[in-house]
């Protein structure tokens, strides 16, 4: 029951009944225009791409990113040895890490808020070897591990694609 449990988490971290309103028609599959799209991003493509919709995004601190599982079966998961030990941390310096476990069910979502400036780098656990990556700007892409160039132990697609992203980043200072 990861797709109930996901909502949950959703829902208790909402602030106000507006957002739960709006959170709700997007539940049942339903436009909701008060809800930002810009706080958005659709895990997988309407063909079962495997891609992150958008890839990057930028929000200030403060603000909570919804995931929605449009398609496949994904994760949505912080690069950072609490979540994979063959890892480097790739967000910012004591943000909390964050892991959603396999979404499997079509609309299920993950949401995570984000207080800390700077850059954070995540990944699809069972696709990063295809480039299944995206990445998350809050406020200023201040110096920190999510800047640095991916390490050679990414595949080589993830790594391709972060230096684009990375790239993307430093440009909105
Ligand atoms: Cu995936």
Same mark, same amino acid.
């Given at each position: ?17 507006? =957002? *739960? ?8 599959? &339903? ?57 480097? *941390? ?19 979502? =993950? ?11 995540? =990944? &699809? ?49």
């Amino acid at each position: 029951m990861k797709t109930l449990w996901s909502r949950r988490r959703v829902l208790s971290a909402l602030g106000t009944g507006a =957002f *739960a309103g709006a959170l709700g028609g997007l539940l049942t599959g &339903c436009k909701h225009e008060k809800f930002s799209a810009q706080r958005v991003i659709q895990i997988g493509g309407p063909k079962g791409e495997m891609v992150f919709i958008p890839d990057r995004l930028k929000i200030k601190p403060g603000e909570t990113v919804t995931w929605v599982l449009q398609s496949g079966g994904h994760t949505v998961t912080a690069y950072h040895p609490k979540n994979h030990s063959a890892y480097q *941390a790739r967000i910012p310096n004591e943000a909390e890490p964050w892991d959603s476990d396999l979404l499997v069910e079509k609309g299920a979502t =993950f949401a995570w808020t984000f207080d800390r400036e700077g850059v954070y780098n995540y =990944f &699809c656990r069972p696709h990063e070897s295809v480039g299944m990556v995206g990445a998350i700007l809050v406020g200023r892409p201040l110096d920190g591990p999510g800047l640095a160039l991916p390490q050679a132990e990414l595949p080589a697609l993830a790594r391709k694609k972060f230096e684009e992203l990375i790239a993307w980043a430093k440009s909105e200072s």
